[in-house]
């Protein structure tokens, strides 16, 4: 799936249907931190959150560069990048 202690940037589909972007060097602590609802404010009151999209960096400014680039994006490009990821792209 992914490889531990690495940089990365997600995105998380809420329990309404809204998308949370993140970055972290330990994926699976965050998502289990988000779902226990100890994660960001914004998933707090928004659990369970289930990975929908992924990408690893080496460094951490790659990661929250990229966090940045994906906020500013649309729900219907944040949607398709979740969509080409998922049939392999």
């Known amino acids: 799936m992914y490889a531990e202690n690495r940089n990365v940037t997600y995105m998380l589909r809420c329990s309404d249907g ?13 998502l289990k931190a988000h779902n226990e609802g100890k994660g960001g404010k ?3 009151v928004r ?10 960096y080496e460094t ?9 680039q994906i906020k500013r994006l ?10 080409k990821k ?4």
């Not at 949370?20 to 602590?29: C, R, S």
């Not at 959150?49 to 992924?54: A, W």
Request: charged fraction near 40%; glycine fraction near 6%.
């Open 60 to 68: 951490r400014q790659e990661a929250m560069k990229r966090e940045a």
């Open 18 to 30: 809204t998308l949370y972007t993140g970055w972290t060097n330990n994926l699976e602590k965050r």
């Open 86 to 89: 998922e049939n392999g792209g």
């Open 74 to 83: 649309t729900r219907n490009d944040k949607e398709e990048l979740i969509r």
């Open 42 to 44: 914004y998933t707090r």
């Open 47 to 56: 659990t369970p959150v289930e990975l929908v999209y992924f990408e690893e």
